[in-house]
């Protein structure tokens, strides 16, 4: 990735939090998002030295990334990289679970990747430059009880991954996929 920003969903928790802390280290700037713990998230930007900034981000909105895309292009410059690491789980087994839940987990997971992917490539087409990492688990490839709605929704990241390989990589945009434990 070139100098920029790199977008990072789910960046005030866990794997994202890591991830954040990583680029950070390496002198990049970073825009992380969250749905719940406005505190971690903003403890994480204030100690980045000014290199991330913080925004609340709930996946199942559905006009936030193409209003989010903006605003942070504005305040820090432009999207380069994106990390779709954000996600939610709804375990139960299949026989229990509802139509609720399962529409919630696909629309939040599958769904938000895809908004935020929309969101970002315009201008990564037009630059003919950036990378998307969506971030998968070994869920979607062995399956794990009680998770058929998560599986499902990081299967569906892969296939999307490799379909977006397809149709970006002759513009010089990578779009790669990473693979976590559950």
Do not use: H
């Amino acid at each position: 990735m070139s100098a920029g920003v790199v977008l990072v969903t789910g960046g005030s928790r866990g794997i994202g939090r890591a991830l954040v802390r990583a680029l950070v280290a390496e002198g990049r700037r970073v825009a992380l998002t969250y749905c719940a713990g406005e505190a971690a998230a903003r403890e994480l930007a204030e100690s980045s030295g000014g290199l991330a900034q913080a925004w609340r981000f709930d996946l199942a909105d559905r006009t936030r990334p193409g209003l989010l895309v903006p605003e942070i292009e504005e305040a820090l410059g432009p999207i380069v990289g994106l990390v779709n690491n954000a996600a939610i789980r709804r375990d139960q087994l299949l026989a229990a679970t509802t139509d609720a839940d399962w529409d919630a987990v696909i629309d939040a997971n599958l769904g938000g990747a895809f908004r935020c992917c929309r969101a970002v490539l315009p201008k990564m087409i037009s630059r003919r430059a950036g990378s998307i990492v969506n971030v998968s688990s070994l869920t979607a490839v062995r399956g794990v009880a009680g998770q058929a709605a998560y599986g499902a929704t990081k299967a569906g990241l892969i296939g999307m991954t490799k379909s977006l390989a397809r149709e970006l990589g002759k513009r010089n945009i990578r779009s790669m996929r990473s693979c976590r434990g559950s």
